[in-house]
């Protein structure tokens, strides 16, 4: 057993993953004071904590050591790399089916998904590389 490094190259849009949640107040435990109180009076624990929460259209947030992330924006799937980007993808040459990608079809596509909720970026579109290992 060793290790196996792995590669594939995605047409897609580059995004931090800090762009797909977005931060929540949410009761640390239950209780039933209102959002005004802070503290419990009793223990003197906060009441409050601040939790990620997927921004709307983010699907099943990744956990685990798998580049296939489970996680869809808009309905697309997400590759993720170490350094806390994904790729936002719709083409992947690893898992080719029929023919090749029509580069501005997919850009067209894409744009008009995901403008929409806030994750596109032109200068982000393109091929892109993704390596990994397990």
Aim: aromatic residues 12%.
């Amino acid at each position: 057993m060793g290790i196996s490094y792995n590669s594939s190259a995605v047409i897609g849009v580059k995004i931090d993953l800090a762009c797909l949640v977005t931060s929540e107040r949410v009761k640390a435990f239950e209780h039933e004071y209102s959002e005004d109180f802070t503290y419990d009076p009793q223990s003197g624990k906060p009441l409050w904590v601040w939790k990620d929460v997927p921004k709307d259209g983010v699907v099943t947030l990744y956990e685990g050591e798998s580049v296939d992330s489970g996680c869809t924006v808009c309905g697309y799937n997400v590759m993720l790399s170490k350094n806390n980007s994904a790729v936002i993808y719709m083409h992947r040459t690893d898992r080719v089916e029929g023919e090749g990608a029509n580069i501005e079809e997919l850009r067209q596509r894409m744009r008009e998904t995901l403008s929409a909720k806030g994750f596109w970026s032109e200068a982000d579109f393109g091929l892109h590389v993704v390596m990994w290992y397990s």
